[in-house]
């Protein structure tokens, strides 16, 4: 299945992306969330067969993207994750914030970071420790991005819209927390063995 694998995983993300896009929480934040995805693939997808990315990298992503279309779907801070806790376990985890995005920003930095890697790789000569580093580096300044996008679009948008998109859940260090969690993700990815990294 080796040189089909992208493309099954393409067709099963948007199977799932479309299915959950059927009646979002709310359907303006659901465009807001895939609109980044829209534009990373426009990145991913032409220099794909020039340069294809590993079929770990691939499933590594398709697993991240999966993780974000459940919060597209939900809004980050309304996925019941932990009423699905309950029904696999039989355990309520405790009350409080909603983590569910948390998850996500350290699945950004450990599951983004196979395709970060095999894409640098195929066009720089960086391999070993000094990839790892220029991963990390590259994913930590990705997350800032994204918190800096996510700032922006809330003071544009404003509202409920603003708000839901942000998801601070009323943490005023949200943005920064996200980070770091997304950055502890990426260095899980950096210390792991070379042989479940390829890199």
């Given at each position: 299945m080796g040189g089909r694998l992208p493309a099954v995983l393409l067709a099963l993300w948007l199977v799932a992306t479309l299915a959950l896009g059927i009646?979002?929480?709310?359907?303006n934040d659901w465009l807001l969330e895939n609109a980044?995805?829209?534009l990373l693939l426009a990145v991913l997808l032409p220099s794909h067969r020039q340069r294809p990315l590993s079929n770990l990298a691939c499933v590594a992503l398709f697993?991240?993207?999966?993780?974000?279309?459940?919060?597209?779907?939900?809004?980050?801070?309304?996925?019941?994750?932990?009423?699905?806790?309950?029904?696999?376990?039989?355990?309520?985890?405790?009350?409080g914030r909603n983590h569910f995005d948390r998850a996500v920003h350290f699945a950004y930095g450990l599951l983004l970071a196979p395709a970060v890697a095999d894409w640098?790789?195929?066009?720089?000569?960086?391999?070993g420790l000094s990839l790892r580093v220029v991963v990390v580096a590259l994913l930590t300044?990705?997350?800032?991005?994204?918190?800096?996008?996510?700032?922006?679009?809330?003071?544009?948008f404003g509202g409920d819209l603003g708000m839901a998109y942000l998801g601070t859940q009323g943490d005023a260090w949200d943005?920064?927390?996200?980070?770091?969690?997304?950055?502890?993700?990426?260095?899980l990815w950096a210390v792991l063995p070379r042989k479940l990294t390829r890199a």
């Open positions: 009646a979002p929480y709310d359907r980044l995805v829209v697993a991240f993207l999966l993780l974000h279309e459940v919060g597209a779907h939900y809004t980050y801070s309304q996925v019941p994750w932990m009423q699905w806790w309950q029904a696999l376990t039989g355990e309520a985890p405790a009350p640098t790789a195929l066009r720089t000569p960086l391999r300044a990705g997350s800032a991005l994204y918190e800096m996008i996510e700032w922006a679009a809330a003071e544009t943005a920064q927390k996200d980070m770091a969690i997304a950055l502890a993700g990426s260095l």
